[in-house]
């Protein structure tokens, strides 16, 4: 099965046909068969939800988990960014041992990120999930060897900084067909829809494995 959504809040029909990640809060983990998972500790429910790390090992292991997240840090959370850093390095280590990418949720920490990632050195891929910031913003995040996913509510600006090789697609909460969203952006790329799937494709490939 070939995936083209990294990142949905929404549960895929039972067939999965159109290849979908689906994000699942670690309390909630029930996994059907033929489905993927992302699972982490959403700076917003830190509190609501304390989760164990190596509780969060466990169900991460699964093999039908393909990468670690929503994690990140956000400075509209109710938790402190202390503690919301702590739980999100945690959740960079999980990546790291268990060779899982990193999907990330991230609002204004645009330079505790950057500082995180020179000072851990990950080997596991960042990906900033919703990314709808402007064209200078994408670029130093392309420059700190970040990928950028795009959902319905992207800027069309950033589309200059961001090269097809970080590039993803999402759905998240949105109620839409994902397909809709690779004719827009293979559209705005001006390339044909064929080959800019095959594009994300193969990054989803490289990264998810």
């Known amino acids: 099965m070939t995936i083209l959504d990294i990142h949905t809040h929404?549960?895929?029909?039972i067939d999965n046909k159109y290849g979908v990640i689906e994000n699942c809060y670690p309390h909630l983990f029930n996994p059907v068969k033929q489905h993927y998972y992302s699972?982490?500790?959403h700076p917003w429910l830190i509190e609501d939800y304390p989760f164990h790390i190596d509780d969060?090992?466990?169900i991460a292991n699964h093999s039908q988990v393909l990468a670690i997240g929503e994690a990140g840090l956000d400075k509209f959370s109710k938790t402190s960014?202390?503690?919301?850093?702590n739980v999100f390095v945690n959740q960079?280590?999980?990546s790291e041992e268990l060779n899982k990418p990193l999907i990330i949720h991230g609002v204004r920490v645009e330079q505790e990120l950057f500082r995180l990632k020179r000072d851990i050195k990950p080997k596991q891929p960042w990906i900033l999930h919703g990314y709808r910031g402007g064209k200078e913003q994408?670029?130093?995040?392309i420059q700190h060897g970040f990928y950028l996913s795009l959902g319905v509510h992207f800027n069309k600006?950033?589309?200059t900084a961001i090269p097809l090789d970080s590039l993803f697609l999402e759905?998240?909460?949105e109620k839409i067909d994902i397909n809709e969203l690779y004719r827009e952006l293979a559209f705005l790329y001006s390339i044909s829809v064929t080959n800019f799937t095959l594009k994300i494709k193969e990054n989803i490939a490289l990264v998810f494995g």
């Open 56 to 58: 969060l090992y466990n």
């Open 157 to 159: 600006e950033c589309l």
């Open 171 to 173: 759905t998240d909460e």
């Open 138 to 141: 994408a670029a130093r995040y």
């Open 81 to 85: 960014m202390k503690k919301q850093e």
């Open 10 to 13: 929404s549960q895929p029909p």
């Open 39 to 41: 699972v982490g500790i």
């Open 92 to 94: 960079i280590k999980l």
